[in-house]
């Protein structure tokens, strides 16, 4: 049964979110007050006030519609992190996925993310904080995620499109956790047990092809 620890991507959606109303409601008081102020100074000139208000209700307008598709955006990031960012730990190795987005290919929505791959062979881990630091060969990978499936096999992932498994990947020395869980300590000692664990299995025999021996039967009869 592998570790798995879902990160909690839901402050920093829930700050990005608050972030992007409190600007749009910035902006939109400080257009209120211009208009204000426009139509005070120009309350002698009908024609010119009103042309000037429409412009600042087209602008208002504009920057709501911003608004709402960077909040709409936010959304689906959350939704998209919430599935798609978080640690397994196997027996031999660990993987982390992360989501890295989505988009439109020929009006069909595609989502990428991201995968490491991290090997507890000749593994280093570190803990600073919440952060954990991870050294060794890592193997990251960047695709769709729909090119990205896997699953655990002897305690490794193992992709389901097959040359994944042996290329299309980059090779990194060391890899930092993201700070999205809450509780880097669980993780940090996850992984130690895991590595720990991974330490103490015997070493697997090496694979040796026997040739096999035939014996030659004479089947013939011999006649004097």
């Given at each position: 049964?592998?570790?798995?620890?879902?990160?909690?991507?839901?402050?920093?959606?829930?700050?990005?979110?608050r972030?992007?109303?409190?600007?749009?409601?910035?902006?939109?008081?400080?257009?209120?007050?211009?208009?204000?102020?426009?139509?005070?100074n120009?309350r002698?000139?009908?024609?010119?006030?009103?042309?000037?208000?429409?412009?600042?209700?087209?602008?208002?307008?504009?920057?709501?519609?911003?608004?709402?598709?960077?909040?709409?955006?936010?959304?689906?990031?959350?939704?998209?992190a919430?599935?798609?960012?978080?640690?397994?730990?196997?027996?031999?190795?660990?993987?982390?996925?992360?989501?890295?987005?989505?988009?439109?290919?020929?009006?069909?929505?595609?989502?990428?993310?991201?995968?490491?791959?991290?090997?507890?062979?000749?593994?280093?881990?570190?803990?600073?904080?919440?952060?954990?630091?991870?050294?060794?060969?890592?193997?990251?990978?960047?695709?769709?995620?729909?090119?990205?499936?896997?699953?655990?096999?002897?305690?490794?992932?193992?992709?389901?499109?097959?040359?994944?498994?042996?290329?299309?990947?980059?090779?990194?020395?060391?890899?930092?956790l993201?700070?999205?869980?809450?509780?880097?300590?669980?993780?940090?000692?996850?992984?130690?047990?895991?590595?720990?664990?991974?330490?103490?299995?015997?070493?697997?025999?090496?694979?040796?092809?026997?040739?096999?021996?035939?014996?030659?039967?004479?089947?013939?009869?011999?006649?004097?």
């Amino acid at each position: 049964m592998n570790n798995f620890f879902r990160a909690e991507t839901a402050p920093s959606q829930k700050k990005m979110r608050r972030g992007i109303f409190f600007a749009a409601a910035a902006v939109l008081l400080i257009q209120s007050v211009a208009s204000l102020v426009l139509l005070l100074n120009l309350r002698d000139s009908f024609d010119t006030a009103t042309n000037a208000l429409w412009n600042l209700l087209g602008l208002n307008f504009v920057l709501c519609l911003v608004a709402a598709l960077l909040l709409e955006y936010a959304n689906a990031g959350a939704d998209g992190a919430a599935r798609y960012t978080y640690l397994e730990i196997g027996e031999r190795a660990a993987l982390f996925s992360k989501y890295g987005g989505s988009g439109s290919t020929f009006g069909k929505k595609q989502v990428r993310r991201e995968l490491w791959i991290i090997p507890f062979e000749n593994l280093v881990i570190e803990q600073t904080g919440r952060f954990v630091t991870l050294k060794g060969a890592v193997k990251h990978y960047e695709d769709r995620a729909a090119n990205l499936n896997y699953e655990f096999r002897d305690g490794a992932p193992v992709f389901t499109e097959w040359w994944y498994n042996h290329g299309s990947f980059d090779t990194i020395k060391e890899f930092h956790l993201t700070q999205d869980f809450v509780n880097g300590a669980a993780v940090y000692q996850a992984l130690m047990t895991a590595k720990a664990n991974f330490d103490s299995l015997p070493p697997k025999k090496p694979y040796v092809h026997v040739e096999p021996k035939f014996v030659k039967i004479n089947h013939g009869r011999s006649y004097n």
